[in-house]
């Protein structure tokens, strides 16, 4: 069985706007469910994924052999009670895991690579929305997702205020940070620094920036951790030797733990998809949409919120966090929200952290009941 | 449900939009939700009695009501409930002038420090009164501004603060405290509970 069968594929007939002013139809959306659609309809939960991640939630990722991303909180009695929810989640657009993206072709055949339309978060709910209509859903029971899944959690109720019932961005922030913007920066650099990115034509010139992609990986990677967890882990722990070697190779277990986390993500991801998305991060600024003023983006929504944050995330910190509460207070908006203590930094939310875990279960859960 | 709650969930009609600061474990919101249809928030700073009120199914934030009041807008809430947590402000004269502003009503409830328990504990004993409303030690109270129901009645007074209701609890009971028997309740309740605006 090959890739393409493995990865359902939805076909967007219907034109989509875009915001740098480009239109796109008839394009794919990839995307994969979990659990049931009951016979009313009311117990499906929208995920949306962050950066690297893609459709294939929980359960064997049937392209890439690993656990999916968010197997600790999707399951059969997980938080995300996939024997009581249907849960759909589909890769964004700009992605590579099978939704229209750099490494698809355009109209005249030849692989898009950086001419494809630079796309926005705004864009990615849009295109996704078209899953609704797909399953017949009038309402999901609840949007949720970490990082620049919450992004999208975000800007979808703003663009749908009666497409949710409930509203659980995990992570994130309304608006990318300079520091936000600067690591993604970073990343972006080292690709296109690979002499093997070839101004994005890799694919037809038969070569892959696979160090440029491993280095923005490695740099990445140290974001989503927090320095205290780092230390636990593997403070000055040397690599399989006794002793310094005087030398440049990986002496520390950190550097070959980074090395190995660079190696394996670029089996399984594209490097222009890697420029695009974290492009859409940093233009997401939902304030901006609204004059400036964020209580706007959700004036509209009866919807039910639930922000979480960790302590030691200094990513998306809890600042950022609590920010998009003011602003949903300040309107009276129903919003529930909750700081986990937890040492594993930004990745906390896709990690076993039974604080978190409980919390979403509890808010799902409850909610469900109330339904 | 401890008496207090009974008496404060009495002073709140049906269907209103109540914030419960402090609200521990969201016992009082729970009963307030299921019983008397109310539009429930809670605003609590730990972490364990969040997790406690988010698995009850209940609206609440994580936050301390020093700094976390002010995102509210002005009289944003039918009441703002209390309970027993004014004294162990830094700043207690500001949370209230907050809790006038988010709420149309407050409903502050005070552990009476004019208890004749506590009188007669320091007075006799000598050292600092342990009751069944203020069961810590001296070191590690959270209490930091105790007060007297004499002190609370004259303090509100004194900011213009209006006083719709005022009542001592002792055990069970409850009873009007008004100017003239203010000095008996002051001896003989452990706990005021005042329903107040600005």
Request: hydrophobic share 40%; charged share 25%; proline share 3%.
């Amino acid at each position: 069985m090959n890739t393409e069968t493995k990865i359902k594929t939805l076909i967007v007939k219907k034109p989509l706007k875009l915001d740098c002013g480009k239109t796109i139809k008839d394009f794919p959306i990839a995307y994969e469910t979990y659990g049931s659609l009951n016979s009313k309809k009311d117990n499906a939960i929208l995920v949306f994924h962050a950066l690297t991640g893609d459709q294939f939630v929980t359960g064997i990722n049937p392209v890439t052999k690993k656990e999916g991303w968010w197997s600790y909180a999707v399951g059969p009695d997980k938080a995300i009670d996939t024997n009581k929810y249907f849960v759909i989640c589909s890769n964004v657009i700009g992605g590579c895991m099978g939704s229209y993206g750099p490494s698809h072709k355009d109209p005249d055949q030849k692989i898009f690579g950086t001419n494809f339309p630079v796309i926005t978060i705004n864009d990615m709910v849009n295109a996704q929305y078209n899953l609704l209509d797909h399953f017949g859903i009038d309402k999901l029971f609840s949007i949720t997702g970490g990082s620049m899944g919450g992004m999208q959690v975000l800007q979808f109720i703003s663009n749908f205020p009666n497409k949710s019932k409930t509203v659980i961005p995990i992570a994130t922030t309304s608006s990318h940070s300079a520091q936000n913007i600067a690591f993604n920066e970073l990343g972006r650099q080292a690709i296109t620094a690979d002499s093997n990115w070839k101004d994005g034509n890799y694919t037809s010139k038969n070569t892959n920036p696979g160090k440029g992609l491993a280095v923005a990986r490695m740099a990445a990677h140290i974001t989503y951790l927090s320095k205290k967890g780092l230390q636990e882990k593997f403070g000055r722990k040397l690599q399989e030797r006794e002793d310094l070697k005087f030398g440049f190779d990986a002496d520390f277990q950190i550097e070959s733990y980074l090395r190995y986390q660079g190696s394996v993500f670029v089996d399984r991801f594209d490097a222009n998809s890697y420029l695009y998305i974290t492009r859409a991060m940093d233009y997401f600024d939902l304030a901006k949409q609204f004059k400036g003023n964020l209580s706007d983006a959700f004036i509209n929504t009866k919807a039910k919120f639930f922000i979480i944050s960790f302590t030691s995330d200094w990513l998306y910190p809890t600042q950022e966090n609590k920010d998009i509460v003011i602003a949903l207070n300040s309107i009276g908006a129903d919003v529930g929200f909750v700081e986990i203590e937890s040492d594993k930094g930004h990745d906390s939310f896709l990690l076993d952290v039974p604080d978190f875990l409980s919390a979403l279960k509890n808010f799902l859960d409850k909610s469900y009941e109330e339904n | 449900m401890k008496n207090e709650f009974q008496v404060i969930a009495d002073l709140i009609e049906k269907d209103k939009k109540v914030l419960d600061v402090g609200c521990a474990d969201g016992t009082l919101m729970k009963f307030l939700k299921d019983n008397k249809n109310i539009n429930i928030r809670g605003l609590e700073i730990s972490k364990e009695k969040v997790q406690e009120c988010i698995a009850k199914g209940l609206t609440v934030i994580e936050g301390n009501a020093e700094k976390d009041l002010k995102q509210f807008p002005d009289k944003s809430f039918d009441y703002v409930v209390l309970s027993q947590t004014l004294q162990a402000f830094l700043n207690p004269e500001l949370v209230l002038d907050e809790l006038l502003r988010v709420g149309k009503k407050a409903i502050v409830t005070i552990p009476n420090f004019g208890y004749w328990k506590v009188r007669f504990h320091l007075l006799f004993k000598g050292t600092m009164p342990i009751t069944k409303t203020l069961p810590d030690e001296w070191y590690n109270t959270p209490n930091l501004h105790m007060c007297t129901i004499k002190d609370f009645f004259h303090f509100v007074k004194s900011k213009d603060i209006k006083i719709f209701k005022s009542l001592a609890l002792n055990n069970l009971n409850s009873s009007i405290i008004n100017e003239s028997n203010l000095g008996v309740k002051n001896l003989f309740a452990d706990l005021g509970i005042f329903l107040i605006e600005k």
